[in-house]
């Protein structure tokens, strides 16, 4: 079964940052594409990040410029850097992965940006 768990959220600044991580468990597939959804209170899912095995990622042009994907593969570990937050950022940020029509969530960690 696989699990993702996110963490690194919490209240910053307007121009702060922070890193978001998703640690990933039971993952038996072999190709499979991570990602970084996010959505605020009263709007749409987001997605906002991606990365696939071979490493190519892709961004929202909300976010591009600010906000990085990478991972560690040796940990099974994404993450999402986010550089000068504004206060339209502010969701509950989301980890996904999607491999072979296979559609899995975590549960979410907040990121509050405000004076």
């Known amino acids: 079964q696989v699990q993702l768990v996110e963490s690194g959220g919490g209240w910053v600044q307007p121009g702060g940052a922070l890193r978001l991580s998703c640690a990933a468990s039971?993952?038996?597939?072999?190709?499979?594409?991570m990602g970084w959804y996010r959505q605020a209170p009263g709007m749409q899912r987001e997605l906002i990040a991606t990365?696939?095995?071979?490493?190519?990622?892709t961004y929202a042009d909300s976010v591009k410029g600010r906000f990085t994907i990478s991972r560690d593969k040796a940990s099974n570990t994404v993450y999402l850097q986010v550089n000068s937050l504004k206060p339209e950022d502010t969701a509950l940020y989301y980890c996904n992965l999607q491999s072979m029509g296979h559609v899995y969530w975590g549960q979410g960690t907040q990121v509050t940006v405000s004076s």
């Open positions: 990365m696939n095995n071979g490493g190519s990622t």
């Open positions: 039971g993952i038996v597939f072999s190709f499979y594409t």
